[in-house]
């Protein structure tokens, strides 16, 4: 029973002073995949659906056994995204390449070598440290590039694209569809609350 103890308190105590993993940065991990599938046009890889608010592989999470509409449940994908990201941690033993094998699929991490790896890993960690660096700040729609160059100071108002809740809605959904955005950024478009109606028009900033 005593070495149990110390193994728990050791990893706990690993754990404390380890950088969260990638499945708590939902936003980071999509527009990760968007920007990935956009430079892989032209091949079946640009047409993977990446599942729920997790954007988890279809083909990693078939072996759960869930319908593929049952991952819109945000408590279901984080356990399954939390699930599987352990299996990747175990089998490549670091945690930065676990993060890469739930992003991308870990057959993409072992096509690469050893200095892209180590470049997508820290781009990955100065992402989750800054949402202003990197992945999620170099995901840009056209439509909002294209008003920030109708004069000379756009950059400096800030830009907003109007939605209007539909029923069924729920943050999370609307979170996929605005996947550059985290999902802090969107309660705080609505005013600090996580509730939402039917009708409502939230202002989403670009």
Not at 71 to 95: K, P, T
Not at 152 to 173: H, M
Request: glycine share 6%; net charge negative; proline share 7%.
């Amino acid at each position: 029973m005593r070495p149990a103890s110390l193994i728990l308190l050791l990893f706990l105590s690993v754990s404390a002073q380890a950088v969260q993993p990638i499945y708590y940065y939902p936003s980071l991990i999509r527009g990760t995949q968007m920007l990935w599938q956009h430079g892989q046009e032209g091949n079946p890889n640009s047409a993977v659906q990446f599942v729920g608010p997790y954007g988890l592989h279809p083909v990693a999470v078939a072996k759960f056994g869930y319908p593929v509409e049952a991952f819109q449940d945000s408590a279901l994908s984080f356990h399954v995204a939390e699930h599987l990201w352990l299996d990747y941690y175990c089998v490549m033993g670091d945690s930065a390449l676990a993060d890469l094998a739930l992003m991308l699929g870990p057959a993409y991490v072992r096509r690469q070598n050893e200095t892209e790896l180590a470049l997508q890993c820290l781009t990955v960690e100065q992402a989750k440290s800054n949402p202003s660096l990197a992945i999620r700040a170099s995901y840009d729609s056209p439509i909002s590039a294209q008003k920030r160059e109708e004069g000379p100071n756009l950059a400096s108002i800030p830009q907003f694209e109007r939605y209007t809740v539909r029923p069924g809605d729920s943050l999370w959904k609307i979170h996929q569809r605005f996947p550059q955005h985290s999902l802090a950024s969107l309660i705080e478009a609505n005013g600090g609350k996580e509730t939402i109606y039917v009708g409502q028009i939230l202002q989403i900033p670009l």
